[in-house]
């Protein structure tokens, strides 16, 4: 398990780079066909969107590409930011993340016990709600963008199709003027939120390396948590039928 944790740096990297190798190859393939902005989703329940994933997770910026796009004012977006920020089930993957850290004994001058493991949490929640505040708000509203995922659902093609899309989607999103471009919102805000949370750590875990594994895991897991809001539904909807 700890070998699976340490290694998810790497492994977001490398899925950073399928991301890129993604965009470019399949560069039509990573929007929404044009035919899916007008059209009726045939996931009617989706009109009532889930607000948590697995009744815990948050799932407040997912809305449907079918239905017509309309901007979202600068206060909606730091608004929304504020309320995924700030949702309980942060403090609980914040310190699930201590914990780990603290087996790791990553940051060895945080030193064991209660207090260093109080250090690994203050550090692993400031490094998950800054980089949202940032991402998911203020450059949103800075740089024109809108922070949602526009969720294909069944209608918007294949299994794969629709994978590729959720996982691209840390690239490519969607501006107020309605148009799709490169997501200068993620990138700008988690790499920024990076470089605040070397605030929070001691000096020797301030290098380059560090940060980029940083980076990695948390735009790498923005992208896996974009599959979770592509798919929940159908799973769900799988779920409820089963019983």
């Given at each position: 398990?700890?070998r699976l944790?340490t290694g998810?740096?790497?492994?977001?990297l490398r899925?950073?780079?399928?991301l890129?190798?993604?965009?470019?190859?399949?560069?039509?393939?990573?929007?929404p066909?044009a035919?899916?902005?007008?059209a009726?989703n045939d996931?009617?329940?989706?009109?009532?969107?889930?607000?948590?994933?697995?009744a815990l997770?948050?799932?407040?910026?997912?809305?449907?590409a079918s239905q017509?796009f309309?901007?979202?004012?600068a206060?909606?977006?730091?608004?929304?930011?504020?309320?995924?920020?700030f949702?309980?089930?942060?403090y609980?993957i914040?310190g699930?993340?201590?914990g780990?850290?603290q087996m790791?004994d990553?940051?060895?001058?945080?030193g064991q016990?209660?207090?260093?493991y109080?250090?690994?949490?203050?550090?692993?929640?400031?490094?998950?709600t800054?980089a949202?505040?940032?991402s998911?708000?203020?450059?949103?509203a800075?740089?024109h963008?809108?922070?949602?995922?526009?969720?294909?659902?069944s209608?918007?093609g294949?299994t794969w199709r629709?994978?590729r899309?959720?996982?691209?989607?840390v690239?490519?999103?969607r501006?107020?003027?309605?148009?799709?471009g490169f997501?200068?919102?993620?990138?700008?805000?988690?790499?920024?939120?990076?470089a605040?949370?070397?605030?929070?750590?001691?000096?020797?875990?301030r290098a380059?390396?560090?940060?980029?594994q940083?980076?990695g895991?948390?735009v790498?897991?923005?992208?896996l948590?974009?599959?979770?809001?592509?798919f929940?539904?159908?799973?769900?909807?799988?779920?409820?039928r089963?019983?």
């Amino acid at each position: 398990m700890i070998r699976l944790v340490t290694g998810f740096g790497r492994v977001g990297l490398r899925l950073l780079v399928f991301l890129g190798i993604a965009g470019i190859a399949y560069p039509h393939a990573t929007e929404p066909p044009a035919a899916l902005e007008a059209a009726d989703n045939d996931d009617d329940d989706d009109v009532k969107k889930p607000k948590r994933i697995f009744a815990l997770l948050p799932n407040y910026r997912t809305t449907l590409a079918s239905q017509a796009f309309s901007p979202m004012p600068a206060k909606e977006k730091l608004k929304l930011a504020g309320r995924d920020s700030f949702d309980y089930p942060l403090y609980f993957i914040s310190g699930a993340w201590a914990g780990l850290y603290q087996m790791q004994d990553r940051n060895p001058s945080f030193g064991q016990g209660a207090a260093g493991y109080a250090k690994r949490y203050g550090a692993a929640w400031g490094d998950q709600t800054i980089a949202n505040v940032l991402s998911e708000g203020v450059f949103p509203a800075a740089f024109h963008q809108d922070p949602r995922y526009f969720r294909l659902g069944s209608g918007g093609g294949g299994t794969w199709r629709r994978a590729r899309y959720a996982l691209t989607r840390v690239l490519i999103t969607r501006n107020d003027n309605g148009r799709w471009g490169f997501n200068y919102s993620e990138w700008t805000g988690v790499g920024v939120g990076v470089a605040v949370s070397n605030l929070s750590y001691p000096t020797d875990t301030r290098a380059a390396n560090h940060n980029f594994q940083k980076l990695g895991m948390q735009v790498g897991g923005d992208a896996l948590y974009n599959l979770l809001r592509e798919f929940w539904p159908d799973w769900q909807q799988k779920l409820s039928r089963k019983k």
